[in-house]
């Protein structure tokens, strides 16, 4: 890997094999080799030349990459849910990649939201998500925070602000990686999914090179706008706090969320007073156990094949009957935050909807419930799913969350076998499909389950002989599936061994569009001495299977 801040240093010729497996030709198998204690000295001038990566930004979680992306995005980040390696800039916008356009009518800043009385539970929503990791069915695409008289929905302020690029992932930070294609129009803004409110943009590539900048409306909805007719990729690093997705609502008073209250319908008025007395909430109390009972009140909603119409008003008729899937339960939810001084959005994409509030510093994401029973998405093994902490508000006996969802269909697409994802403990695969919250952060390797039948080759090609912790090594090979190459995929290098029973991935390089992977891995100098064996893997992609090379030799 070359890099004009790279420090050179002279290290021994590579070997043509290892200690143990052949290498070369078609080799495959395990490695093995005894890590020094020692640094020796350096090597005479025939050796050959390695270059060791100075990160250019310290405060990148470089420690598990190994090569430098275009755009200045870390190779791979480390999150609460598991190691995030970054999408290829340089691939183009692909056919099996859902391109976001100005079609539709809420593809603009001027969307709005109509409610449904059609309170049945909806069995499968196709879904696309970008992100990593994997925020399913939690994609941030549509917000909205005002009523109008006939009950619809949309954003108060609409007009758009640019979005700043830069700063750093702080501490109470989560990172996640977007992959965005977008279809340009001059000079206008298209619509285009976030993680979560206040998310902060730390970095973007754009590929091909277009100039596009991204703006957010009042409800933080997104945009992207370019000067030209073009279809892009956004590759982006994202920098959100944790607590959005599973924290109390702060105790503050009504006077701390005055200022962010705004003028409701007169009309609407008489309704809220039935709904607020069926709730049993009220000014008097604090705006922390208003919105606990709310909560509590909205996730006991139940889907219903009748629709409700007792009332003739649409509000009264979902809230009071307590019908309804997760959007009518957000809808009405957030109708009676606005008029009681909560402020609130409702947030909808194609498979899920759920509220945030705001208690005059943060911005928390409640999820009422009501999800569908099944969601068509394609689970894409490289990318961990998101574990949010633990919810802080209870559940009734029946739980409809959407996070149950998420892991039903990734329980759905795993292979029933010891081979499967399971296996490999990445979260929410299991057959059983236990709550995230209880489950490890997933390894950086799975198998994708549904994949072409043919097998996935992992061939070494080359691997330096004297490996020693602190320095990099050097190793190239090839992967290809049903003799076709397997271009663009991650390339994890695992060391196993008594000291690892488990594996630990020292890092991680892609293959190029002839599927050959060649590069530098740093050995971590916290790794324990003693003999390894080294597996070469890949959780493949939906042309090719996952593969490992820890075959017998």
Not at 78 to 105: C, N
Not at 285 to 310: I, T
Request: hydrophobic share 35%; charged share 20%; with cysteine.
């Amino acid at each position: 890997m070359s890099d004009p801040t790279a420090r050179k240093r002279r290290a021994p010729p590579p070997a043509a094999s290892a200690p143990r497996g052949r290498l070369g030709g078609r080799a495959r198998g395990l490695v093995a080799f005894a890590l020094a204690c020692a640094v020796s000295p350096l090597a005479d001038a025939q050796g050959s030349l390695l270059h060791e990566f100075i990160p250019p930004d310290p405060e990148e979680d470089v420690s598990l990459a190994t090569t430098t992306l275009d755009g200045g995005l870390p190779a791979a980040i480390q999150t609460p849910s598991g190691l995030a390696t970054a999408p290829d800039p340089q691939r183009p916008p692909g056919s099996q990649q859902q391109v976001y356009s100005s079609a539709g009518s809420d593809a603009g800043p001027d969307a709005s939201y109509e409610p449904d009385r059609d309170t049945r539970r909806p069995n499968v929503e196709r879904y696309d998500d970008p992100f990593s990791p994997a925020t399913a069915p939690f994609k941030r695409l549509q917000a909205y925070d005002a009523v109008r008289a006939d009950y619809s929905l949309v954003v108060r302020e609409r007009s758009l602000t640019p979005i700043e690029v830069g700063g750093a992932v702080s501490a109470g930070d989560e990172a996640f990686y977007g992959d965005i294609a977008v279809d340009l129009v001059p000079s206008q803004p298209v619509r285009i999914p976030t993680v979560g409110p206040e998310t902060r943009l730390v970095r973007m590539h754009v590929n091909p090179a277009t100039p596009v900048v991204l703006l957010r409306d009042g409800a933080d909805n997104w945009f992207a706008r370019g000067t030209t007719s073009a279809r892009v990729r956004l590759v982006v690093q994202l920098a959100i706090a944790r607590a959005t997705f599973g924290s109390e609502f702060a105790d503050v008073d009504w006077g701390k969320l005055e200022p962010y209250r705004t003028p409701q319908e007169p009309s609407h008025e008489a309704a809220f007073r039935q709904v607020a007395q069926a709730i049993g909430i009220s000014p008097s109390m604090r705006p922390r156990d208003v919105v606990h009972r709310m909560v509590e009140y909205f996730r006991s909603f139940a889907p219903s094949d009748e629709p409700p119409r007792e009332h003739g008003d649409i509000y009264l008729d979902l809230a009071l009957s307590r019908k309804g899937v997760c959007r009518h339960r957000a809808f009405a939810f957030l109708v009676t935050a606005l008029h009681i001084g909560i402020p609130a959005r409702m947030v909808v994409n194609e498979a899920h909807a759920w509220v945030e509030v705001f208690d005059g510093s943060l911005w928390h994401r409640i999820d009422l419930g009501g999800a569908a029973l099944d969601m068509d998405q394609e689970i894409d093994p490289s990318r961990p799913p998101h574990v949010p902490p633990p919810d802080p508000y209870s559940w009734p006996e029946q739980r409809d969350s959407g996070q149950a969802l998420a892991e039903r269909t990734r329980a759905e697409q795993a292979p029933q076998g010891p081979s499967g994802p399971g296996s490999a403990g990445s979260a929410g695969s299991n057959a059983a499909a236990p709550p995230a919250s209880a489950l490890p952060p997933p390894t950086p390797t799975s198998d994708p389950g549904d994949r072409p039948a043919e097998r996935t080759e992992i061939v070494v090609t080359a691997l330096d002989k004297d490996i020693r912790r602190g320095f990099p090594f050097h190793i190239q090979g090839q992967i290809s599936s049903g003799g076709a190459p397997c271009g663009h995929v991650r390339v994890d290098v695992i060391l196993t061994g008594s000291a690892a029973p488990q594996g630990v991935t020292v890092g991680s390089l892609s293959t190029d569009e002839r599927g050959r992977y060649d590069g530098a891995v740093i050995l971590r100098s916290d790794i324990a001495l003693g003999a390894y064996d080294l597996v070469i893997a890949t959780p493949g992609d939906v042309r090719c299977k996952a593969g490992r090379s820890d075959m017998a030799p």
